[in-house]
């Protein structure tokens, strides 16, 4: 069993950055691949970005390429998400998930494990 939690969320001004963190624990030995998605009122579960074991790897939805950044420290078996350039239609609580497999990245239903989530509200 792997537990994720999720923080670094809050409230910003359309423009502005926040840096999400997920840290894990449990069963961390074995070589996760991790995601961020998210999901707002009323709406889908959807992909936002993913990372293979080595960081060598890295995928992301079209809506945030180029905005936001996922890294990984596995010293610290800790995986970041960087958004900068925040958008109104960022608003949404993002999870953090792990699997051991890194193919169909963007299927939230492959994922293993998931964090409680943390809200990122953007103003407009």
């Known amino acids: 069993q792997v537990q994720l939690v999720e923080s670094g969320g809050g409230l910003v001004q359309a423009g502005g950055s926040l840096r999400l963190s997920c840290a894990a624990s449990?069963?961390?030995?074995?070589?996760?691949?991790m995601g961020w998605f998210r999901q707002a009122p009323g709406k889908e579960r959807e992909f936002v970005a993913a990372?293979?074991?080595?960081?060598?790897?890295?995928y992301y939805a079209d809506s945030v390429k180029g905005r936001f950044t996922i890294s990984r420290d596995n010293a610290k078996n800790t995986v970041y998400l960087q958004m900068n350039s925040l958008k109104p239609e960022d608003t949404a609580i993002y999870y953090c998930?792990?699997?051991?497999?890194?193919?169909?990245?963007?299927?939230?239903?492959?994922?293993?494990?998931w964090g409680q989530g943390t809200q990122v509200t953007v103003s407009s």
């Open positions: 449990g069963r961390t030995s074995i070589s996760y691949a």
């Open positions: 990372i293979n074991w080595s960081g060598g790897s890295t």
């Open positions: 998930a792990a699997r051991t497999t890194y193919y169909s990245i963007t299927n939230y239903g492959l994922y293993d494990y």
